[in-house]
């Protein structure tokens, strides 16, 4: 059961207990108990919204930073990983497999901004060897639902 909630709300964070239960064929009190488990043990560890900032007033810049990075003795790259997502700035650090060792997504006001974060925060961490900052342009899918509608093309297909 456990699983089955993790995958429902995974989608839709607004799902109750009750429409839970109804979906499991559980009752509301064993759906409740089990996700009071699930947010102890930090299998769930939030419920954020997923809101398409592009139709909003509000200017918003995402940034995806490859860095490089010496591991720490006897701490590989948890430690490293751990002072980079306590700054504000930071949504996300992965871990990554390939040409560098953490992905780090930020959000800034501005592209002035994430250049500063990285160029006075980031970059001088003296365990980092370098970074490459890509920033988003348009985001079409984000946590496995889509941010634009598909439009009907209504025109005539004509072929040759």
């Excluded at 009190?29 to 488990?37: L, P, Q, Y």
């Amino acid at each position: 059961m456990r699983e089955k909630i993790l995958s429902a709300i995974d989608k839709n964070s607004k799902l109750t207990a009750k429409d839970l239960a109804a979906m499991l064929g559980s009752t509301e009190d064993e759906v409740a108990a089990t996700i009071k488990d699930l947010e102890a043990e930090t299998i769930i560890c939030g419920y954020p919204t997923l809101i398409n900032w592009d139709k909003t007033e509000s200017e918003k810049v995402t940034a995806l930073i490859e860095v490089k990075v010496t591991p720490q003795r006897g701490q590989g790259f948890d430690k490293i990983a751990e002072r980079i997502y306590k700054f504000d700035e930071v949504e996300s650090v992965y871990l990554m497999s390939g040409g560098f060792d953490l992905t780090v997504i930020i959000e800034g006001k501005s592209m002035k901004e994430v250049a500063n974060f990285v160029s006075s925060k980031l970059a001088p961490m003296e365990a980092v060897l370098s970074t490459a900052t890509h920033f988003v342009l348009k985001k079409y899918k984000e946590h496995g639902l889509p941010l634009v509608h598909e439009s009907n093309d209504e025109r005539m297909l004509i072929t040759p």
